[in-house]
Structure formats: structure tokens, C-alpha cells
């Protein structure tokens, strides 16, 4: 059974910083491309970013704007998101879940029971 758990959100400052980290298992975390998503209230869960297996290949959201990174270490079984320069639009749950594309397909909200609960993080003006 797949499980992914989130942390690293919070409360912070626009224009301020976070990182994010998953762990995930049950798979074999190396073979797999992975993504970042998240929900604010009222809206629909999108994409934000997402990494291939071997780390080389990243997708963003427009919205990110080169503001974010996404990175993974697969001898941990982790995924991390990198948030810089945030704004008060930022704000929201955030999960993380493999998904079966990279590039522009990998940001697609995929259909899954493995979704973790997600770290909040919220961005006061």
C-alpha cells in the first residue's frame, strides 16, 4: 500500500521561505516520477510541480514562476519542494503523489486512494 506523508509546511511572510518533504512507500521509490499538488479553500486540487525517476527532468506550474524547485533523494524515499519568495496566493494544502507522466501531463491531478494529508502552508501578507 502506497502512503506518502508530507511536512515542512507552516505559517510564514509573504516573500518568505519553505521547504517541503514527503516520504513515501510501499513502492519502489526510484522507478517512480513524482509530483507535487495542492488544494486551497474552495478550490480544486492542482498541479504545482513534478520530477521524473532519476531527478533530471522538472515541470512546473506556470504559476511558480521560478520561484519553486522540486528535487528528490531516492535513497531516502523522499521528495522535496523548495519555496522561495512566496505569496499570500500560495496558500494551501500541499500533497505529494507519484504520478505516471512528467512534463505538463505530470501536473494532472491524477485519480488515486494514495493521497497523504498534506501540510498546510499558509502565507500572511
Known amino acids: 500500500q502506497v502512503q506518502a506523508v508530507e511536512s515542512g509546511g507552516g505559517l510564514v511572510q509573504a516573500g518568505g521561505s519553505l521547504r517541503l518533504s514527503c516520504t513515501v512507500s510501499?513502492?519502489?521509490?526510484?522507478?517512480?516520477?513524482m509530483g507535487w499538488f495542492r488544494q486551497a479553500p474552495g478550490k480544486e486540487r492542482e498541479g504545482v510541480a513534478c520530477?521524473?525517476?532519476?531527478?533530471?527532468?522538472?515541470t512546473y506550474a506556470d504559476f511558480v514562476e521560478g520561484r519553486f524547485a522540486i528535487s528528490r533523494d531516492n535513497a531516502n524515499n523522499t521528495v522535496y519542494l523548495q519555496m522561495n519568495n512566496l505569496k499570500s496566493e500560495d496558500t494551501a494544502m500541499y500533497y505529494c503523489?507519484?504520478?505516471?507522466?512528467?512534463?505538463?501531463?505530470?501536473?494532472?491531478?491524477?485519480?488515486?486512494?494514495?493521497w497523504g494529508k498534506g501540510t498546510q502552508v499558509t502565507v500572511s501578507l
Open positions: 510501499g513502492l519502489v521509490f526510484g522507478d517512480v516520477n
Open positions: 520530477i521524473d525517476w532519476t531527478g533530471t527532468i522538472e
Open positions: 503523489i507519484p504520478v505516471a507522466f512528467i512534463g505538463t501531463r505530470g501536473l494532472r491531478v491524477p485519480e488515486s486512494n494514495a
